[in-house]
């Protein structure tokens, strides 16, 4: 005859049963770098939200967002963690977040569908318009007037993509040409290999304030979609997924991400104490006011 647990025995073993749940997904990321006391933070060379200042300095929205995560994240494994700064590129980093070379990136990546399926996304912290640079005197001031030129993106970004599928791109046909990372892509449009260059606006915008003559360079035509980017980490790791996110909506709920945003996108920003001149937009707001992980495909792109 078989034996039916109580309704008590029955609370006990659930309970025992979530508790070696909790163990066993503790003993990821946290217990990793509480171990190592240090964080592999994945940055980017030439991102408007990452971008390095040389000899091995770092800086950015999303750098100094990375680096108020890592504070927290010493809090809650009680020990200081020392940040291990590690350029990561279009091309590399979800190779390098799922193989454990990078904790967790915040660089400039989309949260797609595609990717979910090999990465995890903390909850947006930018919304991003995906634009059109050119040289001001090119004369081009749409999608259509691509036609026959010569267009630069970098490598591991979904620009080229989005361009293609954009409505108002049928009937035209263009030339590609890959830049290895986004100052490459940049230095394209710059050096006139490239009629012009593909990526999300704040990346143009940031690489226009650091040419060497930002008023020859303007950003043109409609946004080609509307990205959600989010920092990225390790599948299968909910509880580090869940410091990331408290982190962040810490942050958001105090007040420190809006004037974190003000500081770099609208306040001189070096190298070059210019600003990158962006105003929030109403996009990131909606994001903010509603912490959420959800991938660019429910955006309504077209």
């Not at 979530?18 to 980017?44: E, H, M, N, P, W």
């Not at 991003?128 to 691509?146: F, T, Y």
């Not at 974190?260 to 903010?288: C, H, R």
Request: proline fraction near 5%.
């Amino acid at each position: 005859m078989k034996k039916f647990l109580t309704g008590c025995a029955a609370v006990a073993l659930a309970a025992s049963f979530a508790a070696g749940s909790a163990v066993a997904q503790s003993s990821g990321t946290l217990d990793k770098i509480k171990a190592s006391g240090q964080v592999s933070f994945g940055v980017r060379d030439s991102s408007a939200l990452s971008y390095t200042l040389g000899n091995g300095k770092y800086a950015g929205f999303h750098t100094e967002m990375g680096e108020r995560i890592v504070d927290d994240l010493s809090k809650l494994v009680g020990k200081p963690l020392k940040i291990v700064y590690t350029p990561i590129t279009s091309a590399n980093r979800i190779p390098l977040v799922q193989n454990g070379t990078v904790d967790f990136e915040c660089g400039s990546t989309t949260n797609s569908a595609a990717r979910a399926k090999e990465a995890a996304f903390a909850v947006t912290t930018y919304v991003e318009e995906v634009r059109i640079a050119v040289k001001a005197n090119s004369g081009i001031k749409d999608i259509q007037d691509l036609n026959g030129k010569t267009v630069s993106v970098t490598t591991g970004t979904t620009s080229v993509q989005h361009l293609r599928k954009n409505e108002r791109a049928r009937d035209i046909d263009f030339k590609v040409v890959n830049g290895k990372d986004h100052a490459d892509s940049f230095l394209m449009l710059e050096s006139g290999r490239a009629d012009a260059f593909v990526m999300d606006g704040s990346i143009l915008a940031a690489n226009i304030s650091r040419a060497k003559n930002p008023a020859d360079f303007k950003i043109v035509g409609p946004a080609l979609s509307v990205e959600p980017i989010a920092c990225m980490m390790r599948k299968d790791d909910p509880v580090f997924k869940k410091a990331v996110d408290d982190s962040i909506e810490r942050q958001i709920a105090d007040g420190s991400l809006a004037k974190l945003y003000d500081k770099w996108f609208m306040q001189p920003v070096p190298p070059n104490n210019v600003p990158i001149g962006l105003p929030l937009s109403e996009s990131t707001k909606e994001a903010w006011a509603h912490p959420n992980d959800k991938p660019m495909e429910e955006y309504g792109n077209k």
